[in-house]
């Protein structure tokens, strides 16, 4: 699942889009995507000490979190309520309720992607930032 992608869309002006295809014509990069995600990884490694400093300061959970229904069952058990902080991806099993979802969740707030059934996501979206 880690290894997932998400679809972005983005709008180029003409001169921008033909510098681009005049480096992937020259072999500089194999497609117009593999420039993106190179300008893309190269700019997360410029800012990468930003972006530690600030996962450190707002105690977010850097990578993929999964809650299934047993974890969410249990914590529902054990009277806890979840704020959830996710730089990366935050996945609720399919198997999971609206009700079961509601009944955990305080909040929910994902830089990155949200995975989890139409139902649920109706459900928690007061909740999600």
Request: charged content about 40%; overall charge negative; glycine content about 0%.
């Given at each position: 699942m880690a290894g997932e992608t998400e679809k972005l869309t983005l709008n180029l002006g003409p001169v921008d889009l033909g510098q681009i295809d005049l480096l992937v014509e020259e072999g500089f990069y194999s497609n117009r995507t593999d420039f993106i995600r190179t300008a893309i990884r190269n700019q997360l490694a410029v800012h990468a000490e930003a972006v530690k400093q600030t996962v450190a300061r707002k105690t977010l959970v850097l990578g993929?979190?999964?809650?299934?229904?047993?974890?969410l069952e249990e914590r529902r058990k054990a009277g806890e309520r979840l704020q959830v902080r996710v730089l990366g991806l935050v996945t609720i099993d399919?198997?999971?309720?609206?009700?079961?979802?509601l009944a955990v969740f305080d909040e929910i707030q994902v830089l990155g992607a949200f995975h989890a059934s139409g139902p649920v996501k109706q459900a928690l979206a007061g909740r999600i930032r």
């Open positions: 993929l979190q999964r809650f299934s229904r047993a974890d399919d198997d999971v309720s609206p009700e079961l979802a």
